[in-house]
């Protein structure tokens, strides 16, 4: 397995987004553990979570015990496993979500999140989306407290544009790891985002890298280009996208979710994907649906 880095720790270039085993329509905690053990027996070492990974409003943080649960288990050395997980956003359990970017919640939330997963401090805790009702210092300010005080050892932010992305990395004095944007074939607006990543050197951690939960499965069927280049290379228009999302920066690690291991183990194939650059170019061109 390729390693990139984020912060000063090395992970897989893929990672397992782990949404899709805890939200509506997840499947049971038996398939969730094959499928995390799946990801760990393919060399992946960045897991991503959320507090708010969660179906009914009694089970807040049901995915971060889950994968607590299923490292545990897993035969493996796991101690260069990177568990990455959010805070401020929320689901009260009637389907929506909501925000609470404020200070106090964020720092409560982090111990909590702590709690779940076990250990000594979160590896990655990221601040899940702003909140138009809280400042953005206050917020990333929560986080800078945190990795002071040891409960995180490193601080990234989530759903940012670029000048939140500058904003936090200044509050945070230059200690900012990540940015976990929406990017896939389907929805690039982030690429400014992505860009400014490359530049300032931090990690930029795709989700939904496939188009989501029920769009993955029919990306090829929705974009000829990556289904073309799929088809010249044998391979799924899955390994297709991740691999043109890792060409387009060194700082760019895709967490694709997966509830099933025959996703997790087709995506992690995309590392060995080469892609030309006029294949890295069509693709970056394509019109979008």
């Given at each position: 397995?390729?390693?990139?880095?984020?912060?000063?720790?090395?992970?897989?270039?893929?990672?397992?987004?782990?949404?899709?085993?805890?939200?509506?329509?997840?499947?049971?905690?038996?398939?969730?553990?094959?499928?995390?053990?799946?990801?760990?027996d393919a060399?992946?070492?960045?897991?991503?979570?959320?507090?708010?990974?969660?179906?009914?409003?009694?089970?807040?943080?049901?995915?971060?015990?889950?994968?607590?649960?299923?490292?545990?288990?897993?035969?493996?050395?796991?101690?260069?496993?990177?568990?990455?997980?959010?805070?401020?956003?929320?689901?009260?359990?009637?389907?929506?979500?909501?925000?609470?970017?404020?200070?106090?919640?964020?720092?409560?939330?982090?111990?909590?999140?702590?709690?779940?997963?076990?250990?000594?401090?979160?590896?990655?805790?990221?601040?899940?989306?702003?909140?138009?009702?809280?400042?953005?210092?206050?917020?990333?300010?929560?986080?800078?407290?945190?990795?002071?005080?040891?409960?995180?050892?490193?601080?990234?932010?989530?759903?940012?544009?670029?000048?939140?992305?500058?904003?936090?990395?200044?509050?945070?004095?230059?200690?900012?790891?990540?940015?976990?944007?929406?990017f896939s074939?389907?929805?690039?607006?982030?690429?400014?985002?992505?860009?400014?990543?490359?530049?300032?050197?931090?990690?930029?951690?795709?989700?939904?890298?496939?188009?989501?939960?029920?769009?993955?499965?029919?990306?090829?069927?929705?974009?000829?280009?990556?289904?073309?280049?799929?088809?010249?290379h044998d391979?799924?228009?899955?390994?297709?996208?991740?691999?043109?999302?890792?060409?387009?920066?060194?700082?760019?690690?895709?967490?694709?979710?997966?509830?099933?291991?025959?996703?997790?183990?087709?995506?992690?194939?995309?590392?060995?994907?080469?892609?030309?650059?006029?294949?890295?170019?069509?693709?970056?061109?394509?019109?979008?649906?």
């Amino acid at each position: 397995m390729h390693q990139r880095t984020i912060g000063a720790r090395k992970v897989s270039v893929i990672g397992l987004g782990g949404m899709p085993m805890s939200i509506e329509g997840r499947p049971d905690e038996a398939r969730s553990i094959r499928t995390i053990h799946a990801a760990l027996d393919a060399g992946v070492t960045l897991i991503d979570t959320a507090d708010a990974y969660h179906r009914d409003a009694d089970e807040v943080g049901h995915n971060e015990s889950l994968i607590a649960r299923a490292i545990a288990s897993w035969p493996g050395d796991a101690s260069d496993v990177l568990v990455a997980t959010k805070g401020g956003h929320l689901r009260p359990g009637d389907g929506s979500w909501t925000l609470n970017g404020r200070p106090d919640h964020l720092k409560e939330a982090a111990r909590a999140s702590l709690a779940r997963l076990g250990g000594t401090a979160i590896g990655l805790y990221q601040f899940h989306r702003p909140d138009p009702d809280v400042p953005y210092a206050e917020s990333v300010g929560a986080l800078a407290e945190l990795l002071d005080e040891g409960v995180i050892e490193m601080a990234g932010i989530s759903n940012a544009d670029p000048s939140q992305i500058r904003e936090a990395q200044e509050v945070l004095g230059g200690r900012l790891a990540s940015v976990q944007n929406q990017f896939s074939p389907a929805f690039r607006s982030s690429a400014p985002e992505l860009d400014l990543c490359a530049e300032l050197g931090i990690a930029f951690l795709p989700w939904s890298p496939l188009g989501g939960i029920s769009r993955a499965g029919d990306l090829g069927s929705r974009h000829d280009a990556f289904a073309e280049v799929a088809r010249a290379h044998d391979v799924s228009p899955q390994q297709v996208a991740l691999a043109w999302e890792l060409a387009l920066a060194p700082t760019v690690v895709p967490i694709p979710g997966a509830s099933r291991p025959e996703s997790i183990e087709d995506s992690v194939k995309a590392v060995d994907l080469e892609l030309s650059a006029d294949e890295v170019e069509r693709l970056s061109t394509e019109a979008t649906d």
